[in-house]
Nanobody, 118 residues
Framework: QVQLVESGGGLVQPGGSLRLSCAASGIIFSSYNMGWYRQAPGKQRELVAGITSGGTTNYVDSVKGRFIISRDNAENTVYLQMNSLKPEDTAVYYC????????????WGQGTQVTVSS
């Protein structure tokens, strides 16, 4: 059974920080590219940050310099450190796993709400 279990979402004021965690089980974690997506009401789901099985990272332009994605293969966990949060960051954030060599193997977490408001 494959599970991606997210934690760390919540309500924060503009300028604050949150750290999202996604713990994976049922997969060979080191063989998967990992990503964080988000979806706001009325908008399409977008890739916020990704990290390959080899450790290469990429970010959507709107979060560059503010968010950091990292992974701990020993703990089968991917993180998203979110700093200097803005109201436009408000969305449901989803953890994603995609097998590097067989990209039809894709898994999603349940989503966690992040609300940035004063």
């Amino acid at each position: 059974q494959v599970q991606l279990v997210e934690s760390g979402g919540g309500l924060v004021q503009p300028g604050g920080s949150l750290r999202l965690s996604c713990a994976a089980s049922g997969i060979i974690f080191s063989s998967y590219n990992m990503g964080w997506y988000r979806q706001a009401p009325g908008k399409q789901r977008e890739l916020v940050a990704g990290i390959t099985s080899g450790g290469t990272t990429n970010y959507v332009d709107s979060v560059k310099g503010r968010f950091i994605i990292s992974r701990d293969n020993a703990e089968n966990t991917v993180y998203l450190q979110m700093n200097s949060l803005k109201p436009e960051d408000t969305a449901v954030y989803y953890c994603n796993a995609r097998r590097s060599m067989f990209r039809e193997y894709v898994y999603w977490g349940q989503g966690t709400q992040v609300t940035v408001s004063s």
